[in-house]
């Protein structure tokens, strides 16, 4: 398309020249040893120019063309680690572990040697919001006393959603004072939506992504998911491009549309990334949300989710914390949303595919998400092959953990399938695909015959521990949910 435009400008341009030079050829005599020349020159001008209007599209389209018989090979040998944070209090009968978020970013901040690129929501690290001495608070605040120290010594940059008026802004002054570049990231006048992604990208060649806040809750008071690829600079280039999209956005009051070329991607979910991963074989790709970020080439984050549900051939496990079949936004005006909803009943009912959705409440979730998700839930039969369940994970709280704000819930937001492992930053309601900033991992392992357990195995037992705990329970037609999420 943005080629296809350029050339058109091309085109247009050598008509100028035409004319301009018709023009010139009935001046006088003398000047025409001149004009050859002007013409010749014109002449070479031309031609490089259409060369270039013909060799380029060709070149763009075959390698974005979907289906294309290319195979994006990247020879880096990546180490991806699962990460969770586990709410003091929560504890599992299961030796299903991971690192935590907490030590991963410790890890990144400490390799650290050039660069560190931060996309965020808002930043809350050091708990100056709510006025307690929380001690769980600490791990926060070490990070953040680690990334000031940084942002003196290499370049630290980090677009953030633009702050409202009552969103605490200490932490960010704090880095801008020390020497990072931060940009506000206007999201509700570009799209009416928020930047809601999540991730570091490291030297070029590390990256984080998952469902943690820069909050110090999403460190020790939060149920988070997320992962670290480590020496990985064909994902980190990628996830990059996703940034400066952001990074542009920052400065910018309208979003481009093509996108420049430089935000163009290769890797998508016709084309993925192959690479190894833990020398697992792996077909990669990063999506984003919403449609209008994503620049020539890119998966949006629903079509990535879409596909991946399609491809199970057994089960599909969800654990995210909101889900709806309905936009969130504006709360005037309702408006019904079902892409995902649909995918889910069609997969269920054509291909008798096993639907798992482990879904969170807390004394803030949205009452209208119950009576969707139980029916959802009531799609479950055994004699017609029907099975869609739901299941509520609560985190526990003692009375102080109760009075800690936006705190003591699932807040995962990920996907797996007997063949995909999907890990996202959006909750899943209409708004995170339609105009809110989001993005997401897809490693897909079926092609792998090495005997290490994969990321979609791992992510896999994360589930079940988490589906087969006491925290989970069934939601079904007579449940007590005023009593089950404290509402
Ligand atoms: C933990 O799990 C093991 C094996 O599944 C079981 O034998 C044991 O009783 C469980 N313990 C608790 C405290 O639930
Ligand atoms: C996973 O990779 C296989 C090829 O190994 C491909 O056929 C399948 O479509 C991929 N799945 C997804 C969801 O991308
Ligand atoms: C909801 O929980 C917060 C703490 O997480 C608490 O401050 C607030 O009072 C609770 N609201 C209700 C209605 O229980
Ligand atoms: C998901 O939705 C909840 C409730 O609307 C919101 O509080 C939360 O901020 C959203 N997710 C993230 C990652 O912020
Ligand atoms: C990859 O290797 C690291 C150790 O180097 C390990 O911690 C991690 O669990 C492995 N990941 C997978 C998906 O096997």
């Not at 572990?97 to 650290?112: F, K, T, V």
């Not at 708990?127 to 791990?139: C, F, I, R």
């Not at 960010?172 to 206007?186: F, H, S």
């Not at 798992?356 to 004394?363: A, E, Q, V, Y």
Request: some cysteine.
């Amino acid at each position: 398309m943005s080629t296809r435009m350029k050339s058109g400008i091309a085109y247009e341009k050598m008509a100028d020249v035409e004319s301009s030079k018709g023009e010139s050829l009935l001046k006088p005599q003398k000047y025409y040893r001149c004009i050859l020349i002007i013409t010749c020159l014109t002449a070479v001008l031309l031609m490089m120019f259409s060369l270039q209007t013909l060799l380029i599209p060709s070149i763009l389209t075959s390698g974005l063309k979907k289906n294309a018989p290319i195979t994006h090979t990247c020879s880096d040998t990546c180490r991806l680690v699962l990460l969770e944070s586990i709410p003091v209090g929560v504890e599992f009968n299961s030796s299903v572990g991971h690192p935590s978020i907490y030590q991963a970013w410790r890890s990144l901040l400490s390799e650290a040697q050039s660069t560190l690129d931060i996309a965020s929501f808002y930043w809350t690290l050091t708990n100056e919001d709510t006025h307690t001495h929380e001690p769980t608070a600490n791990l926060g605040e070490e990070i953040m006393q680690e990334l000031v120290e940084i942002s003196g010594k290499i370049s630290v940059r980090i677009a953030v959603n633009t702050p409202q008026d009552s969103q605490p802004q200490r932490d960010i002054q704090m880095l801008i004072d020390a020497g990072a570049d931060v940009r506000d990231v206007n999201m509700r006048d570009l799209t009416s939506g928020v930047l809601h992604t999540k991730f570091w990208v490291v030297d070029k060649k590390h990256i984080y992504i998952g469902s943690a806040n820069m909050d110090w809750r999403s460190l020790t008071q939060v149920k988070e998911l997320g992962a670290v690829v480590y020496d990985c600079k064909c994902l980190a280039d990628d996830l990059g491009k996703i940034f400066e999209a952001y990074w542009f956005l920052g400065e910018s009051k309208t979003i481009p549309a093509p996108w420049p070329s430089q935000y163009a991607t290769a890797f998508n979910k016709d084309t993925p990334m192959q690479l190894q991963i833990n020398g697992s074989d792996s077909r990669v790709y990063l999506s984003s949300s919403p449609p209008s970020l994503c620049a020539e080439g890119r998966t949006p984050d629903l079509q990535a989710i879409v596909s991946v549900i399609n491809d199970a051939q057994k089960f599909v496990y969800i654990a995210v914390m909101n889900y709806l079949p309905t936009m969130e936004f504006p709360l005037s005006k309702r408006r019904y949303w079902a892409d995902i909803d649909t995918e889910l009943r069609r997969v269920a009912y054509e291909r008798t595919i096993h639907v798992r959705l482990l879904i969170s409440c807390w004394n803030s979730t949205s009452a209208v998400m119950f009576p969707f998700l139980r029916s959802l839930a009531s799609v479950q039969d055994s004699k017609s092959n029907l099975d869609i369940q739901v299941k509520i994970f609560i985190v526990p709280s003692s009375p102080s953990q109760k009075e800690i704000p936006f705190a003591r819930v699932n807040h995962n937001k990920y996907m797996v399938t007997d063949r995909v492992a999907y890990i996202g930053t959006s909750n899943w309601s209409g708004d995170y695909f339609v105009n809110t900033a989001g993005a997401a991992l897809v490693v897909n392992q079926t092609s792998t015959s090495s005997s290490e357990s994969t990321v979609r195995e791992q992510l896999q037992a994360v589930f079940e521990r988490d589906w087969d705990s006491p925290y989970s329970t069934p939601l079904n037609q007579d449940s007590n949910l005023e009593q089950i999420c404290e509402m």
